[in-house]
């Protein structure tokens, strides 16, 4: 298929590889820094053309399918834009920073012939899978998911997106954190309302958004999940995800898991295109996207499933120690 990257910067180099190795034919990238766009054609020996403005990509390239691989406020504007002129759309997480955001993609992802994939790619992981399967038709009661990282003063300094409210949307919870509270949410199911504090401590003087964060998530089963996360350490530990239910007690640490006391390991097998805390998980959610346009089927990670940890994450920023609703 004809391949189209808005946003050439780190995880682009992820999704670069990706695509080669699913033997998709990438004819254009855009970023607003062409040199971007220069090195990585050079780098990855691509017989591609380059843009500044996606517009004008989408409107001269005949695309099949543009990924979008951009900071978080532009998510939305991009997903319409090729959305509008029934191009596919892979995005990277959030699609989108605010409610309004949510309702703009909705009304385009109705519209459209075409389909809306997001990259929230912990799903696809063999271990996630395992453990999904455990559950089975089986409530779970409890949860916990823990991230414990180091983001320091020169992460936030290198892109001017990061750690800005109006930029990034938030910092914590919908960057890093986003993809445990999915997992969370895949697993246990969605919540009716959240309980949080956030706080920034270490990095005041530099970001606007919150370094730590704790949430309580309350479930129609009367059961919780809870978020735990911070970037103020100064080593990133692997993500812990615990979930208990009647007959299971399980701990996920990434491709171990503990299973009522049994030690287990699930692991995909496959190549690190990019820094391991990216993971694996992005190769085998290309090649299903990919999969699903070629056969015409639905890709199971859209709009409808993408749009539930936005809302977590939205009311959760809410909260500030109140009891917050979940919207439907
Ligand atoms: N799924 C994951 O595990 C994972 C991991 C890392 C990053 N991400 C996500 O990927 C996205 C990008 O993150 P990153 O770390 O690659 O950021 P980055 O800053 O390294 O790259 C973003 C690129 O977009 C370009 N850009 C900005 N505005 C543009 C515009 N109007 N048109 C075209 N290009 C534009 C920038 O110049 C930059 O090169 C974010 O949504 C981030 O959350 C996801």
């Not at 696809?124 to 003063?153: H, N, P």
């Not at 996207?289 to 940890?309: I, N, P, S, T």
Request: some cysteine; hydrophobic content about 40%; charged content about 25%.
């Amino acid at each position: 298929m004809r391949v189209g990257i808005i946003g050439i910067g780190a995880i682009a180099q992820l999704h670069i590889p990706a695509l080669l190795n699913a033997e998709q034919d990438i004819v254009a990238l855009c970023d607003i820094k062409l040199d971007r766009c220069l090195k990585a054609i050079e780098k990855f020996e691509l017989k591609a053309k380059s843009y500044e403005d996606y517009k004008e990509m989408i409107e001269k390239e005949n695309l099949d399918v543009v990924h979008v691989c951009t900071p978080h406020h532009l998510h939305a504007e991009m997903i319409c834009s090729a959305l509008d002129h029934n191009v596919n759309v892979l995005c990277e997480k959030p699609i989108a920073i605010n409610y309004e955001q949510l309702d703009m993609i909705k009304a385009s992802v109705e519209k459209s012939s075409a389909q809306l994939g997001v990259c929230q790619q912990n799903r696809f992981k063999a271990s996630m899978q395992y453990v999904k399967e455990l559950f089975d038709g089986e409530e779970i009661t409890a949860g916990s998911g823990y991230l414990c990282w180091q983001r320091d003063k020169n992460y936030y300094l290198s892109e001017d997106w990061r750690g800005q409210k109006e930029t990034e949307g938030g910092g914590v919870v919908i960057n890093q954190a986003l993809h445990t509270l999915d997992m969370l949410q895949w697993f246990c199911g969605m919540p009716k309302s959240v309980i949080a504090h956030t706080s920034c401590d270490t990095l005041k003087d530099i970001i606007n958004v919150e370094e730590t964060a704790f949430a309580i998530f309350n479930l129609p089963n009367g059961g919780r999940f809870i978020l735990n996360a911070t970037n103020s350490n100064t080593f990133s530990f692997p993500i812990t995800i615990m979930l208990h239910s009647k007959t299971k007690n399980v701990v996920i640490v990434d491709d171990n898991i503990i299973y009522n006391g049994q030690f287990v390991t699930r692991s995909d097998g496959l190549p690190l295109f990019g820094k391991e805390v990216w993971g694996v998980g992005h190769i085998i959610l290309i090649k299903e996207f990919y999969g699903a346009l070629a056969e015409g089927r639905k890709f199971h990670l859209d709009f409808e499933e993408a749009q539930k940890v936005v809302k977590l994450l939205l009311a959760l920023y809410e909260s500030e120690g109140k009891e917050i609703t979940i919207r439907g």
